[in-house]
């Protein structure tokens, strides 16, 4: 099945050697995004609220872009920087997703550039039922 790369100026652009997303069949793949300004690429937000809904952001954009919509995510993984931050992220995070949300894992995680908080890929399936 061949991967279709996806691109847009409303997310983030990749920091390294990796697609901002793929569209492989029914599936989306988005990269994981951190709270990065779609057009400075300089960090966004001060705390985590404020990096998780730019991150979320990104993801939305990027899904957009792939065909897809936050209400086709399946799996989320997320890492922050400290767990102490949990809560307040998912207050964040639980806006974004309507019901059924999507399966989730969340670790604690050295995230690679300095500043950040919170680091999200996501898998949206866009098949039938």
């Known amino acids: 099945m061949p991967k279709k790369q996806i691109t847009t100026r409303s997310g983030a652009s990749p920091v390294g050697p990796y697609s901002q997303g793929l569209r492989v069949g029914d599936f989306v793949f988005v990269s994981g995004?951190?709270?990065l300004d779609?057009?400075?690429g300089q960090?966004?937000?001060a705390n985590i609220e404020e990096q998780t809904k730019r991150v979320l952001e990104n993801i939305k954009a990027i899904l957009e872009a792939g065909g897809a919509t936050v209400?086709?995510?399946?799996?989320?993984?997320?890492?922050?920087s400290d767990m102490?931050?949990?809560?307040?992220?998912n207050k964040v995070y639980v806006t974004y997703f309507p019901d059924p949300k999507p399966t989730r894992t969340t670790v604690g995680s050295v995230l690679p550039?300095?500043?950040i908080f919170v680091e999200i890929d996501v898998i949206a399936y866009v098949g039938n039922d």
Do not use: C, E, W
């Open 33 to 35: 995004q951190g709270p």
């Open 38 to 40: 779609p057009v400075t």
């Open 43 to 45: 960090i966004v937000g």
């Open 71 to 80: 209400s086709d995510v399946v799996k989320a993984n997320a890492h922050l």
């Open 84 to 89: 102490t931050f949990f809560d307040r992220y």
């Open 113 to 115: 550039l300095k500043g």
